[in-house]
Each structure stands twice: as C-alpha cells, then as structure tokens.
C-alpha cells in the first residue's frame, strides 16, 4: 500500500501542464463489481486480463475535452476503511454494482449510504453503474435505484446507469452525464 509506483509522478507532472479541464473521480464499489474493468474501457484498453485490484490504479481517460483522472481502489472489506483517504477534493464519485450479485446488494448498498455521508463527499455527484447487464440475473438499474433509495438523495445530483463494462454497453452514456452535469457546473 505504501510505495508509490514510480509511473505516477509523471503522470502528475504531465496533467499539470495540461489546459483542458481536469476533474478528479473516485471510483468505488464492492470488489467483484466490475470497477477495473470499466477503467479499461474507458481507457481503450483489453479486459481479458483483469485480476483483483491490490491497493489502487490511477488512470487518466481523456473524455470531451477534459481529463478525468481516475482512481479505482480495490474494493476489498479489508481496503474498504481506506477509501476515505482519497476522497478529498473529488468532483465526482463513480460507484460501480454488480447488478447480478443479489446477495451482496445491501452490502453495497450500506458501503454507498455511508460514502453519501462523509464529509469530503458532501454535495458530489454521483453516477451509479448498474454493471453486468449482459448476465440473464442481472437487476435492471431502475430496480437497484429503489432498493439503493436514490431518491432520497436530495443534496446532489445522481444517476443510475445500466452497463456492462466488458461489452462497453452503457458505458459512454454515463460519460456522457458526466460531462453535461459535472463539467458545465465547474
């Protein structure tokens, strides 16, 4: 948890040169949800190779015109305490559900109401990817939004977005509701 992995001073140098508007985003979820993957998609990269996520990946997905830089934390319980440690400054939370994983549904559902009501999170849009729609047991996202009690989230804006990050289905349309609703409003 503790080294630095040397590609990430680069990467900081090279986004503080950049002018495009750079937004920072969490993304977050159980482990098994489909976090990496959805990273790798949006970054063009292969899924085929995913394993779980020890610690964190930073990636930076350039996305109309702005930079996201991405961090996926593993989703672990045991690296689940952590999370807090980077939600400073975020402008958006991506909290990513496997919407085929029934029994882990309150579970989620008790990690995400607690992110809602940490400090550093206080008013941040969140976008909600409903992932692994292409599985026949999947719940449709309307669904899991009721049982998430989405509506009662009333101090920032929200979304839910159906997805499956392998086949990338869903997947630029909460992108593109990250950049009507978040970059218009920085």
């Known amino acids: 948890m503790g080294e630095t992995p040397k590609g990430l001073l680069s990467v900081i140098q090279k986004l503080k040169g950049s002018t495009e508007q750079e937004l920072r985003i969490v993304l977050l979820g159980l482990d098994n949800a489909g976090k990496t993957t959805l990273l790798k998609k949006l970054a063009s990269e292969d899924v085929n190779t995913i394993t779980p996520t020890q610690g964190f990946n930073i990636k930076s997905v ?3 015109g702005m930079k996201l830089n991405v961090w ?3 989703g672990q ?6 999370w807090k440690k ?3 400054n975020t402008d958006l939370l991506i909290y990513v559900i496997d919407s085929a994983d029934k029994k882990r549904f309150e579970e989620t559902g008790l990690e ?3 992110l809602v009501d940490e400090e550093h999170l206080k008013g941040v849009p969140i976008l909600i990817f409903a992932n692994k729609q292409d599985l026949a047991t999947a719940s449709p996202a309307s669904e899991i939004a009721e049982g998430l009690n989405l509506h009662t989230y009333r101090d920032r804006v929200w979304q839910i977005q159906a997805c499956s990050a392998v086949s990338g289905e869903g997947v630029q349309d909460g992108m593109n509701w990250i950049c009507s609703n978040i970059v218009n409003k920085k």
């Open 62 to 64: 350039a996305s109309h």
């Open 72 to 74: 996926d934390i593993g």
């Open 77 to 82: 319980r045991k690296i689940r305490s952590f």
């Open 86 to 88: 980077y939600l400073e």
């Open 112 to 114: 995400l109401s607690e």
